[in-house]
Structures are given as structure tokens and as C-alpha cells.
């Protein structure tokens, strides 16, 4: 298991992030996502499919909680089809 972003440690708990504040897609896999399933590897895939808003900022992907909770909200409209 890789160890957890530096912000993460420091702030482990979702609440204490703000849905607009931006994350790298290993911190907000590290974040909402400890123990699994998905990892920035999988937030990585769901962007280039278009299913995740990011921002692109320094070469770096970033994304935040509104984001991934949009993801997740289209991905279950989807299944339920």
C-alpha cells in the first residue's frame, strides 16, 4: 500500500475538505477511497473517458469532491438503465 499524500495525512477526514477544493487525483483517491477500490490510476482512466472534470494546472490533473460525486452520480444513472 503506497503511503498516503502529505495534505491527506494532515487531513484525513473528508468533511474537513471543502467540495470546490482542488485534488490531486491521488490525494482525492487517498482521501475518499483509503482501502480501495478505485485509485488516481482509475481517476486517471475515468478522465480521459470524459466521465471526470478536472482541472489541468503546473502538468498537474486536478479534480475535487463536486467532481467525483458527479462521476459517481452519472455512473449510477447509467447502471440503472
Known sequence: MAPKPRRIAARPDPKDWEDDELLTLAEAAALLWPDGPLTASSLRTAYRAGA?????????????????????????RKARI
Open 52 to 76: 471526470l472534470e478536472v482541472v489541468l494546472i503546473a502538468r498537474k490533473l486536478l479534480t475535487t469532491k463536486n467532481a467525483i460525486s458527479a462521476m459517481t452520480e452519472a455512473g449510477r
